[in-house]
């Protein structure tokens, strides 16, 4: 993990900033706005996939992928808003989860298998 840097999650997260402050919509941009805004975000990324069998959502075409980069962008924009209103650093806190979830889902036990971490 140390050779990732966080310069252009750094950078994004400015750039979101001055977009905000440039509309003045940092009145808007509360920590439940934004939380309510991402959970919108990623329901468009769900409709994204409505419908489709496991074989399709892998075989989508042009429009189909346009569409997703367009939401799967949403949600990293509003994740980012949302970190930098909180001061989270998303880059150390996503580090933080991997270290975590290696230690609850050892490669050993749950090799193959979708269970979560308290039922093997």
Known sequence: M???????LEQLKLAMRQFAQDR??????????????????TAELLDCFR???????????????SAVKDELADVLL???????KLNVDLFT???????????????????GSAKKYNQY
């Open 2 to 8: 140390s050779a990732l840097n966080n310069d252009s």
């Open 51 to 65: 419908w489709l069998t496991e074989e399709a959502s892998y075989e989508l075409d042009d429009g189909q992928i």
């Open 93 to 111: 806190a996503a580090k933080d989860k991997i270290a975590k979830n290696t230690e609850r889902y050892p490669a050993e036990k749950v090799k």
């Open 24 to 41: 003045e919509w940092e009145q808007f941009h509360s920590p439940k706005n934004l939380s309510m805004a991402l959970a919108g975000e």
């Open 78 to 84: 509003f994740t980012v808003r949302l970190a930098d």
